[in-house]
Nanobody
Framework: QVQLVESGGGLVQAGGSLRLSCAASGRTFSSYVMGSYVMGWFRQAPGKEREFVGAISRSGGGTYYADSVKGRFTISRDNTKNTMYLQMNSLKPEDTAVYYC???????????????????WGQGTQVTVSP
């Protein structure tokens, strides 16, 4: 079982940028174990269901995004640091949400885009974008 902790959320003006981090850990966790997980980001705005933001392959060589963030958000990972990142640029007020990272053992990163595809979740970090 992997434990995930997000950080980097905060308040930013529209048009600004934020970078979120997701640190993974667990008993006997290592970069090898990190590399066995497809990683993803989801978000949940007030009064709305949690929605998929994007996912990254085990090696970091492939990424897949929701249309709403494509071209503005970038997911990356550093398996040697057991960490995944979400770089968010050109932020909009509608990006305001709690952002969650998640880990999946699903084989294909570009097919892991629903909550049920991911078995481990962080506690979330709040991102607020002011007009």
């Amino acid at each position: 079982q992997v434990q995930l902790v997000e950080s980097g959320g905060g308040l930013v003006q529209a048009g600004g940028s934020l970078r979120l981090s997701c640190a993974a850990s667990g008993r006997t966790f290592s970069s090898y174990v990190m590399g066995s997980y497809v990683m993803g980001w989801f978000r949940q705005a007030p009064g709305k269901e949690r929605e998929f933001v994007g996912a990254i392959s085990r090696s970091g060589g492939g990424t897949y995004y929701a249309d709403s963030v494509k071209g503005r958000f970038t997911i990356s990972r550093d398996n040697t640091k057991n960490t995944m990142y979400l770089q968010m640029n050109s932020l909009k007020p509608e990006d305001t949400a709690v952002y969650y990272c998640a880990a999946s053992l699903k084989a294909y990163y570009d097919r892991a885009n629903t909550e049920s595809d991911f078995g481990s979740w962080g506690q979330g970090t709040q991102v607020t974008v002011s007009p």
